[in-house]
């Protein structure tokens, strides 16, 4: 199966973070490897709460912070050429307010993220009790596989101590 291409965007400074694309791209193909899916271009954009806020609105009319939002290109036509799955927008302060308190790190609250945007942009909907549940259920045995691989998003976090 070929590699999706990914196009990645740090658009934030929230979060002083270095990314490892091998990791991004190492959880994209499994995600798409473990749904039979080929895709030839994906773009992931790292933004700032304050962006996510103002997209969230715009696209989705509310502005409460997010951690995820995706958008998809070749959703009804998984036999284009090339395939463009789209878009994926996380915020990195969001995961990193989240994962205070809870078992996980950081890396695997950013690979949560990332395996969501990626069911979305594969046709997965989380807008009614019945389909979040399938949703839920895909994305922890995803999370699941990847944890047996070792495969999370990793990098380079640089957290300021107060």
Avoid at 77 to 89: M, N, Q, S, V
Avoid at 118 to 142: C, F, N, P, V
């Amino acid at each position: 199966m070929a590699h999706c291409e990914i196009t990645i965007y740090n658009r934030q400074r929230e979060v002083p973070l270095k990314l490892n694309s091998v990791s991004i791209q190492d959880v994209v193909d499994v995600v798409l490897a473990s749904e039979q899916q080929q895709a030839d271009f994906l773009s992931l954009h790292f933004l700032s709460d304050r962006l996510m806020r103002q997209y969230h609105k715009k696209f989705f009319q509310d502005d409460s912070a997010t951690d995820c939002m995706s958008f998809p290109i070749d959703i009804d036509d998984p036999e284009a050429t090339p395939r463009i799955l789209g878009d994926i927008f996380i915020c990195p302060q969001t995961a990193l307010t989240h994962v205070k308190g809870c078992p996980h790190s950081f890396w695997e609250e950013l690979t949560l993220y990332l395996v969501h945007g990626l069911l979305h942009l594969i046709g997965y909907e989380d807008t009614s009790a019945s389909s979040r549940t399938i949703m839920r259920k895909k994305e922890k045995q995803i999370l699941s596989m990847l944890k047996e691989r070792g495969s999370f998003i990793s990098g380079i976090l640089h957290v300021q101590r107060t």
